[in-house]
Structures are given as C-alpha cells and as structure tokens.
C-alpha cells in the first residue's frame, strides 16, 4: 500500500496498491524507486522529466538512431554509461585537485607565518644572546641553543596540533556515524616532516649568523 503525507490531517493518507515486479542492483542518481508510466504515482505527482536511462545492447547504435531527436530538439542531451562515469570521474578529479591545492596553499602559508614569527623572535634576543656569549657560551653552543628553543616551540605546536585535529575530526566523526573515518597519517607526517626540516635548514643559518658575529658589535648595538 502507498500513501502520501497529508499535512492538513497531520497523517499519512493512503493512495492506492504498487506491486513490486523487482529490485534494482544498482542505484542512479540517488533513485529510491522506479515507476511505470502508467502508474497513478506518475500522475499524482506530476513530475518533471529531466533525465530519460534507455536499455540498449548497443550504445553507439542507439545515439545513431536518436540523433535526430537532438537535431530537432537542441536543448536535449544524449549520452552513454560509460561516458557518464568517465566525466563524473573526471568532475572528482578536478574537485579534489582543487581542494588539495587549497589546503597545501594554506599549510604553506602557515609554515612561512611560523618561521617568520620565529625568525623575528630570535633576532630580537641578539642581546641575551651577546650577554650568554660574554659568560662563556661557545658560537656552537649559541647555534645548538637557539636550534633547541626553536625546535622545542615546533615540535610542541605540532604535537599540540595535531593532538587537537584529531579530537575535532572525531567529534565530527559522531555527527555522521555511518562514513568511516581515515586518518591520513603519511600525508601529516610528511607534512610535520618537511616543516621540521625546513626549521633546521633556517634557523641553523641563523643562529651561525648570529654566533659568528663580532661580540663588541653586538653589545654595542644591544
């Protein structure tokens, strides 16, 4: 037995008998169920038709025959299966590529803030660092002091950040139980990988910059 929902009634109100002939393998375009034309739900909901599917043992016989519909009528499409799932593939592959290159943008951008603020940081303490230098820290003291502030600061806002986006990702994880969840773990490592050492590569420089500068220079300028 079908039924419709009748609001004024606040029920369900039925419309008549549908007989099951058969169930569909496969589900297209999100299709809960198909009807015949014939049917008094076709009538009843006076639908709009946007997509036709024809059964054909051969597609390129088919659109031959059906080319003078779309000759006649411009605005009409016709197609195949296969050309379907190729252009929806192909539709995915431009979303996602779209999206990645989002995300590497914006982990750049992040990347570059952090060594920035560091770098900014570390130039500010030259006269700390001058003052460490005159009670007897060695230049490759200074530069394994400063690698061990910076990497100490890195290592905890990546512990830190990650520790976090797996908590928010798992809370999401509840709102929508039913899609499993995987954690990319090669692309974070990667990731946390490339940013650690790109800190070493900068901040080594920098602090054999700073170490190999002239002592009496620096607490002049202190």
Sequence with gaps: MAGTYDVPL???VPIGEVQVIGIAPNHYFNIDFYVDWSSF????????ITDIMLEATDSEQALAELAYLEERWPALKFTDKATIIEQSKEMTFQRWSLFVGVFVILIAATCLGALQTLLH?????????????LIGLS???LMKLILTQVLSFVLYGLTVG???????????????????MVYDSFTLGITSLVFLVATLVV???QGYWI??????????DM
Excluded: H
């Excluded at 940081?121 to 230098?133: E, L, P, V, W």
């Excluded at 170490?211 to 002049?220: C, D, T, Y």
């Design 121 to 133: 940081s570390i130039y500010a303490k030259r006269g700390d660092y001058a003052i460490q230098r």
């Design 162 to 180: 990650t520790l976090l986006g797996i908590l928010l990702t798992r809370m999401l994880g509840f709102i929508d139980e039913g899609s499993p």
């Design 41 to 48: 739900v076709v009538a009843l909901d006076s639908p709009v």
């Design 10 to 12: 606040q029920q369900a």
């Design 139 to 141: 230049p490759n003291g």
């Design 203 to 205: 901040f080594t420089l």
């Design 211 to 220: 170490s190999r500068k002239k002592l009496a220079n620096e607490i002049v």
